[in-house]
């Protein structure tokens, strides 16, 4: 499965954006999608995931701003950010598991100006 990631920019705080993640080939529907964000010199960290059966879960730091949601039919999922606070920005990469096989996008950078 390749990823292909995109919707980064440069928003405003309070404003909002949206990712999008297409994967290649007709199997992303067997996968779990996640969406992972890095800041310079901090760790990857989950932001939100999405099971095969629509399933979402979330960073506590995101809950009530981000919204995780996949298409299977255009093999795409996609992360709705609303409420932007200068503390989102990072490069956000998302990833697609199925078992122990994991699979990255490369990022797409997001920067929120105060």
């Known amino acids: 499965v390749q990823l292909q990631a995109s919707g980064g920019g440069l928003v405003q705080a309070g404003g909002s954006l949206r990712l999008s993640c297409v994967g290649s080939?007709?199997?992303?529907?067997?996968?779990?999608v996640g969406w992972y964000r890095q800041a310079p010199g901090k760790h990857r960290e989950l932001v939100a995931s999405?099971?095969?059966?629509?399933?979402?879960s979330y960073a506590d730091s995101v809950k009530g701003r981000f919204i995780i949601s996949r298409d299977n039919a255009k093999n795409t999922a996609y992360l709705q950010m609303n409420s932007l606070k200068p503390e989102d920005t990072a490069a956000y990469y998302c990833?697609?598991?199925?078992?122990?096989?994991?699979?990255w996008g490369q990022g797409t950078q997001v920067t929120v100006s105060s």
């Open positions: 990833s697609a598991d199925r078992g122990i096989v994991r699979y």
């Open positions: 080939g007709n199997i992303f529907s067997l996968h779990v």
């Open positions: 999405i099971t095969t059966s629509g399933t979402t």
